[in-house]
Nanobody
């Protein structure tokens, strides 16, 4: 089990940028997949992006491809989500999640597949 803590959310105008951070602590997580998800009011939690902690491979949801960038800093045990060209429909609570992969290179996108979650950080994009 790992502990996750998101930060960096806030209010931004459409077209602006934000960088979310997810501080990771706990057991050794070198073979984890680290995902970002978001949940808007009245909607299901949806996949945004995922990164392999060991080799940095990434995958993105179609709507955010080219706008968002997921990265990690091994020295700081932190995963980032750089969000550019934000739209009002991106308003949601953004969550960081961790999935132990036990030797595989899998980059899961299903929320139900993840083991550990942070408390979330609110992102509000005004029009």
């Amino acid at each position: 089990q790992v502990q996750l803590g998101e930060s960096g959310g806030g209010l931004v105008q459409a077209g602006g940028s934000l960088r979310l951070s997810c501080a990771v602590s706990g057991r050794t997580f070198s073979n984890y997949a680290m995902g970002w998800f978001r949940q808007a009011p009245g909607k299901e939690r949806e996949f945004v992006a995922v990164i392999s902690w060991s080799d940095g491979n990434t995958a993105y949801a179609g709507p955010v491809k080219g706008r968002f960038t997921i990265s990690r800093d091994n020295a700081k045990n932190t995963v980032y989500l750089q969000m550019n060209s934000l739209k009002p429909e991106y308003t949601a609570v953004y969550y960081c999640a961790a999935k132990a992969r036990h030797g595989s290179a899998w980059l899961p996108s299903g929320a139900g597949l993840y083991d550990d979650w942070g408390q979330g950080t609110q992102v509000t994009v005004s029009s």
